[in-house]
């Protein structure tokens, strides 16, 4: 069974940081590419990040390009978000997401977390 499990959210001040950790198990990713992706509340879940498990290819949302960072624990089987310079609209769930191709479409992703809560106050 496939399960991720997220963690690292809170309430932060705009313009600190945060890191997120997604730690996944259940079957090997090596082959695939794991994402962030961030709801607010109202809001469709959006695109944030993405790293493929084999190249540690990195891709980013515009928005968050330069203040996000995406990383992998190949041993640990987890993936990281370090945020920094976090601003008010950075506020949202973040889920994180398995698919076999980098898609920034969360239709295309078959396996998610639960999400953890971000909470950035300005």
């Known amino acids: 069974q496939v399960q991720f499990v997220e963690s690292g959210g809170g309430l932060v001040q705009a313009g600190g940081s945060l890191t997120l950790s997604c730690a996944a198990s259940?079957?090997?990713?090596?082959?695939?590419?794991m994402g962030w992706f961030r709801q607010a509340l109202g809001k469709e879940r959006e695109f944030v990040a993405a790293?493929?498990?084999?190249?540690?290819?990195?891709y980013y949302a515009d928005s968050v390009k330069g203040r996000f960072t995406i990383s992998k624990d190949n041993a640990k089987n987890t993936v990281y978000l370090q945020m920094n310079s976090l601003k008010s609209e950075d506020t949202a769930i973040y889920f994180c997401?398995?698919?076999?191709?980098?898609?920034?479409?969360?239709?295309?992703?078959?396996?998610w977390g639960q999400g953890t809560q971000v909470t950035v106050s300005s």
């Open positions: 997401g398995a698919s076999l191709a980098v898609t920034m479409r969360p239709s295309s992703i078959p396996y």
């Open positions: 790293i493929t498990w084999r190249g540690g290819n990195t």
């Open positions: 259940g079957r090997t990713f090596s082959s695939y590419a």
